[in-house]
């Protein structure tokens, strides 16, 4: 018996998930104690199930984190059989390894955490890093919104140039300029602090062309501020589209991105999204690319064309 449960960080999207595998939500309550601490309680029916807990990573990433962790110790209490961990979006991801002395690797926390509380495997989407691999000792799995986009930006862009806007995002656009038939260029970027960036060197030709940058996410939006500035230096055509699977805008991440001037801003909804704002937001739903990867997994098939690859 399979079973999707879902924590509080996205239950709109666990819920189109459950419809398109013709199923409903496995009740769990999760709930607050008044001092902060996280409190959840899972039906017993999952005794001896095969559990699909999903929860993204979303701010407040730590509380998120923990409410993850007592769903699958509470799974795991309950008898649950096997326990997948689906995150659409992983928070801590970019925390995969040391850049200074003295740091810790988040990554590998928030791994050894939930390996410590019973999660056997995990669903991802689109993964900052592909060293989630080596941190977690269960299978991971990782899905790609890059497929989704190149559907939905078909035709649109005759004239563009997909562009990474670091060397991060270079496979990944490499990959939907590949879809989309479109020549490629990528920016490098050099990170000040959490919230400053610095372009550097363009490689590729953008001028005359209308970029479509594209990135596993948008946070400050300061990446996207940054390379859009390159872009406009070697005379890019106007305007600019954005595509990024994780969307989480925070702090004055909107006023950074409607300063830009942007065609659209196409993101998913591995976080919860409001349209409606000054943004040029289209929020494309990962729920059908969700649901069909449980479906493999919860019969033990490959994931074939679904799985991302780096
Ligand atoms: C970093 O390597 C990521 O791929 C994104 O480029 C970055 O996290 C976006 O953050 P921000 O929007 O704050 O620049």
């Known amino acids: 018996m399979a079973a999707l449960l879902t924590g509080s960080a996205n239950p709109p999207l666990a819920a189109t998930v459950a419809e398109r595998l013709d199923t409903s939500l496995t009740p769990a ?43 699958a110790d509470a799974c795991r209490r309950a008898g649950a059989r096997r326990c997948t961990a689906v995150m659409p979006y992983v928070g801590y991801a970019r925390q995969d390894r040391r850049t200074a ?35 977690f000792t269960g299978p991971v799995d990782a899905v790609s919104a890059v497929g989704l986009f190149a559907e939905r930006l078909e035709g649109d862009l005759a004239d563009a140039v997909v562009v990474a806007p670091d060397l991060g995002a270079v496979k990944r656009a490499e990959r939907l300029a590949g879809r989309l038939g479109l020549p490629a260029a990528f920016v490098t970027k050099t990170r000040l602090s959490g919230r400053e960036v610095a372009a550097g060197t363009l490689v590729g030709e953008v001028a005359g062309r209308r970029p479509l ?45 409607a300063a830009l001037g942007l065609a659209a801003v196409h993101v998913t909804d591995t976080l919860p999204q409001h349209t409606g704002g000054e943004l040029p937001l289209r929020v494309h739903s990962v729920a059908p690319l969700l649901a069909a990867a449980i479906d493999a997994l919860v019969h033990e098939r490959p994931l074939g064309e679904l799985a991302a690859h780096g």
């Open 29 to 71: 309550h999760c709930t607050r104690f008044p001092d902060g601490e996280s409190a959840v309680s899972v039906d017993p029916g999952v005794r001896n199930g095969d559990i699909y807990l999903l929860q993204p990573l979303t701010p407040p990433v730590d509380a998120q984190v923990m409410e993850l962790a007592l769903l």
């Open 213 to 257: 940058i594209v990135d596993d996410m948008i946070s400050t939006g300061g990446t996207i501020e940054a390379a859009a500035a390159l872009l406009r230096a070697h005379e890019c055509a106007e305007p600019i589209t954005v595509a990024a699977t994780h969307g989480l805008f925070v702090e004055e991440a909107d006023e950074v991105l």
């Open 101 to 135: 002395e003295g740091q810790a690797v988040g990554a590998r926390v928030v791994a050894d955490l939930l390996t410590a509380v019973g999660v056997d495997r995990v669903l991802a989407v689109d993964p900052h890093t592909a060293a989630l691999e080596a941190l």
